[in-house]
């Protein structure tokens, strides 16, 4: 059985996808960006929620998680998936 790696993307239903604490000028749609807006920040405090809602039906395997260095550098990240909906 070949497990080949798949970019989820597209399948990513972006009406049902929202960040909580989300700064205004660094909200979550700037993750459809690939530029230089490429980033999400907290407006209020370290702790930020992205909540992801797949179109269909998806098998994950990892999640790659892309953060800067330095002060803006997370000290944690904790990753909690939800299933059955």
Known sequence: MS???VDLSSFIA???TYALNADDE???????????????????????????????????SG??????TGDMQPVKIRVSLIFGR
Do not use: T
């Open 14 to 16: 972006k009406d049902g």
């Open 26 to 60: 660094f909200p979550l749609a700037n993750l459809y960006n690939p530029d230089s807006r490429f980033q999400v920040r907290s407006d209020a405090d370290e702790q930020m929620i992205l909540h992801f809602q797949f179109s269909e039906k998806v098998k994950l």
């Open 3 to 5: 497990r080949s790696k």
């Open 63 to 68: 999640v790659s998680i892309q953060a800067p």
